[in-house]
């Protein structure tokens, strides 16, 4: 299929939040290739229906993870095809998905530490963050949600969720009671429905204001409440399964552990008040919250009034 200007359409906002997100995108004739080297993850954003016999050569040989963006679904034969080849095919039906994996990165690697530095008690990290109420840059506007969702001609509000955001550190458990690695993260906790999400630092840019439309939400929840949610995520992300064996007579029994960091472990700078940008859709096919930042869309969840 040669390219027309649906796919130009398709292409221009896939490669302006693909760049923001930290990817080198290039053009050649079978589409955009976008590489982002600290994660080692390639997006080839395909022109037409081209097989991924014709693109697998762009993708460079020590990629981890290699994904084609498709406008359209490219069939079962071509992703069996992109399978044998180690290649995630996305379309227009799963991009909303998908994207938060594409955009988002899993975070910088944990450099080595003398047994000292491991045994050390845990200090929080300095924050990372700008002072003030500050705004999560988005990445997606109103037609890249219509493009990468699919939902047209429907009504749109922007909205600035109240989130509790603090920088933590954490000693991750190990495998046979050793200490084990420290890292260092961002928890941010929705100040109205309490759900919890650890981030990578430097994955989310800032900004004072946004020049589009939109209302800003009040929290809900106090932010003395705000540290026990970020505690519990912290935990349930960093917890370990680890099996145990035992010899029973003659019989040997395997069991699944699943060990989380001690609260020694785990240490949470102050909790400060961010907000990010929501589009709040309300299409005939229902309602949707898309997150303007990852591109995933959220169940709602009450964040405000309809």
Same mark, same amino acid.
């Not at 600290?38 to 993870?65: M, N, Q, T, W």
């Not at 994904?67 to 399978?83: F, K, T």
């Not at 509000?157 to 961002?186: C, I, K, M, N």
């Given at each position: 299929?040669?390219?027309? &200007?649906?796919?130009?359409?398709?292409?221009?906002?896939?490669?302006?939040?693909?760049?923001?997100?930290?990817?080198?995108?290039?053009?050649? &004739?079978?589409?955009?290739?976008?590489?982002?080297?600290?994660?080692?993850?390639?997006?080839?954003?395909?022109?037409?229906?081209? /097989?991924?016999?014709?693109?697998?050569?762009?993708?460079?040989?020590?990629?981890?993870?290699? /994904?084609?963006?498709?406008?359209?679904?490219?069939? /079962?034969?071509?992703?069996?095809?992109?399978?044998?080849?180690?290649?995630?095919?996305?379309?227009?039906?799963?991009?909303?998905?998908?994207?938060?994996?594409?955009?988002?990165?899993?975070?910088?690697?944990?450099?080595?530490?003398?047994?000292?530095?491991?045994?050390?008690?845990?200090?929080?990290?300095?924050?990372?963050?700008?002072?003030?109420?500050?705004?999560?840059?988005?990445?997606?506007?109103?037609?890249?949600?219509?493009?990468?969702?699919?939902?047209?001609?429907?009504?749109?509000?922007?909205?600035?969720? #109240?989130?509790?955001?603090?920088?933590?550190?954490?000693?991750?458990?190990?495998?046979?009671?050793? &200490?084990?690695?420290?890292?260092?993260?961002?928890?941010?906790?929705?100040?109205?429905?309490?759900?919890?999400?650890?981030?990578?630092?430097?994955?989310?840019?800032?900004?004072?204001?946004?020049?589009? &439309?939109?209302?800003?939400?009040?929290?809900?929840?106090?932010?003395?409440?705000?540290?026990?949610?970020?505690?519990?995520?912290?935990?349930?992300?960093?917890?370990?399964?680890?099996?145990?064996?035992?010899?029973?007579?003659?019989?040997?029994?395997?069991?699944?552990?699943?060990? #989380?960091?001690?609260?020694?472990?785990?240490?949470?700078?102050?909790?400060?008040?961010?907000?990010?940008?929501?589009?709040?859709?309300?299409?005939?096919?229902?309602?949707?919250?898309?997150?303007?930042?990852?591109?995933?869309?959220?169940? #709602?969840?009450?964040?405000? #009034?309809?």
């Amino acid at each position: 299929m040669e390219s027309g &200007p649906a796919d130009a359409e398709w292409m221009a906002p896939l490669e302006r939040i693909l760049s923001a997100a930290g990817y080198e995108v290039q053009t050649r &004739p079978e589409g955009l290739l976008a590489v982002r080297g600290r994660d080692r993850r390639a997006v080839v954003v395909v022109r037409g229906l081209l /097989s991924p016999v014709e693109i697998a050569p762009l993708f460079p040989p020590d990629i981890v993870h290699r /994904s084609a963006v498709y406008r359209e679904d490219p069939g /079962s034969v071509a992703r069996s095809l992109a399978a044998d080849r180690g290649i995630e095919v996305v379309d227009r039906s799963t991009l909303g998905a998908s994207l938060g994996e594409i955009l988002l990165w899993p975070g910088i690697q944990v450099p080595a530490r003398s047994e000292e530095e491991t045994r050390a008690p845990l200090e929080p990290p300095m924050a990372v963050f700008p002072a003030g109420e500050p705004i999560v840059r988005p990445r997606l506007g109103r037609r890249e949600v219509e493009l990468m969702h699919g939902i047209e001609g429907a009504r749109y509000r922007l909205r600035l969720v #109240p989130f509790y955001l603090g920088a933590y550190r954490v000693r991750s458990p190990a495998a046979h009671g050793e &200490p084990g690695p420290t890292s260092d993260h961002l928890v941010a906790v929705h100040a109205i429905s309490q759900r919890a999400e650890i981030w990578e630092i430097g994955d989310r840019d800032w900004t004072p204001d946004l020049s589009d &439309p939109h209302e800003r939400l009040d929290p809900v929840l106090p932010v003395e409440a705000a540290e026990a949610r970020a505690r519990e995520a912290i935990r349930r992300h960093h917890t370990i399964s680890v099996d145990h064996t035992e010899q029973h007579g003659g019989t040997m029994v395997i069991e699944k552990r699943r060990i #989380p960091p001690a609260p020694e472990d785990i240490r949470i700078g102050p909790m400060a008040t961010i907000f990010i940008p929501y589009w709040y859709v309300e299409s005939s096919r229902g309602r949707h919250v898309v997150d303007s930042t990852t591109g995933r869309e959220v169940l #709602p969840d009450g964040d405000g #009034p309809d």
